[in-house]
Nanobody, 117 residues
Framework: QVQLVESGGGLVQPGGSLRLSCAAS????????MRWYRQAPDNERELVAT???????NYAESVKGRFTISRDNTKNTMYLQMNSLKAEDTAVYYC???????????WGQGIQVTVSS
């Protein structure tokens, strides 16, 4: 059974940094696209960053230059380094994986990130 578990969230002051991790288990994720989404209260879930199985990355305009997505296929883990955090980055962040071989998608349970002084 595929499981995605996020960690690394919490409370941080504006201008601070956090690193989120998404540990995947239950399959070989080398042939997968991995993404981070987020959802703030009363807002729709939005795509934050994507990393393909080939390592190509893409970012939402609102986080470009501040966030960095990466993955370690040896550990089946994806990361989101978040720097220069702003209050508007406050949201629940979700890990997402699409496995091409299975044509299946999986979601983590979400983790809270709060940026506040």
């Amino acid at each position: 059974q595929v499981q995605l578990v996020e960690s690394g969230g919490g409370l941080v002051q504006p201008g601070g940094s956090l690193r989120l991790s998404c540990a995947a288990s239950g399959s070989d994720f080398r042939g997968s696209s991995m993404r981070w989404y987020r959802q703030a209260p009363d807002n729709e879930r939005e795509l934050v960053a994507t990393i393909t199985n080939g390592g190509n990355t893409n970012y939402a305009e609102s986080v470009k230059g501040r966030f960095t997505i990466s993955r370690d296929n040896t550990k089946n883990t994806m990361y989101l380094q978040m720097n220069s955090l702003k209050a508007e980055d406050t949201a629940v962040y979700y890990c997402y994986v699409y496995v091409y071989d299975f044509r299946a998608e999986y979601w983590g349970q979400g983790i809270q990130v709060t940026v506040s002084s």
